[in-house]
């Protein structure tokens, strides 16, 4: 299966962008880029996915590479509510591999948010 | 409409007891995927069922561990002998189809403690 790199944390300022990187350098053309993020004893929660294009919704930005071999996710302000491990990962749009139906996470990034 | 439902939201059980953990999907939702986190770990698939049927179940522990999802009422990831090992938080997600392009959507856990 694909694997993503992610660093282990990241800090940022209230109200300021957040630009969340991930590599993906051994990405399959049809791997689809899935973020998801969990909050302080919650369960995960989706975020945003893309396949070849920037994406954008209500919750944030995801900025592909032309390469496909990295991404990266923007949380436009940041707010202390955005405090989460943020997840970057990859499924194939083919059922007839392993990363099929399930989600496989790595260690994510820890966002931590400064007032 | 409600979000996944998980109940309880947390348990205790002695050594060699049994545990049985619930999970109600979204309404419209047909797909439910279990997924275990142990204390300072990541979160790790373990099955993936359709109504009546297990599709993926890559990630159960070999003997203890089993799942369903009958035609009507709520999913069952039910553990058998448990041990404290077990402890951890059991998230269900589900989602209207599956493949790279839908998002799952997760319940808040049950937290399950063996004493």
């Known amino acids: 299966d694909a694997k993503t790199t992610q660093p282990n944390s990241m800090e940022s300022n209230e109200e300021e962008p957040v630009h969340l990187p991930c590599n993906h350098s051994t990405i399959s053309g049809t791997d689809y880029i899935h973020w998801y993020r969990q909050l302080p004893s919650q369960g995960p929660e989706y975020v945003i996915h893309?396949?070849?294009s920037n994406v954008n919704n209500r919750m944030a930005s995801l900025a592909i590479a032309e390469d496909r071999k990295s991404s990266t996710l923007i949380l436009h302000r940041a707010t202390l509510r955005d405090a989460a491990v943020y997840y970057c990962?990859?499924?194939?749009?083919?059922?007839?591999?392993?990363?099929?139906?399930?989600?496989?996470f790595g260690a994510g990034t820890q966002v931590v948010v400064t007032p | 409409n409600a979000g996944v439902m998980q109940n309880p939201r947390h348990l205790v059980r002695r050594r060699g007891q049994e545990a049985r953990l619930r999970c109600s999907p979204m309404?419209?939702?047909?797909?439910v995927y279990w997924y275990r986190q142990l204390p300072e770990e990541g979160l790790k698939f373990m099955v993936y069922?359709?109504?009546?049927?297990?599709?993926?179940e890559s990630g159960m522990p070999k003997e203890r561990f089993s799942a369903e999802f009958p035609k009507e009422g709520p999913s069952i990831l039910r553990i058998q002998q448990v041990v404290r090992g077990d402890s951890a938080a059991y998230f269900c997600?589900?989602?209207?189809?599956?493949?790279?392009?839908?998002?799952?959507?997760f319940g808040p856990g049950t937290r399950l403690t063996v004493t």
């Open positions: 990962i990859l499924r194939d749009g083919v059922r007839t591999t392993d990363s099929w139906g399930k989600l496989q």
């Open positions: 309404k419209g939702h047909s797909h």
């Open positions: 069922l359709q109504k009546e049927n297990i599709i993926d």
């Open positions: 893309g396949l070849t």
């Open positions: 997600a589900s989602s209207q189809g599956t493949g790279a392009t839908y998002e799952q959507y």
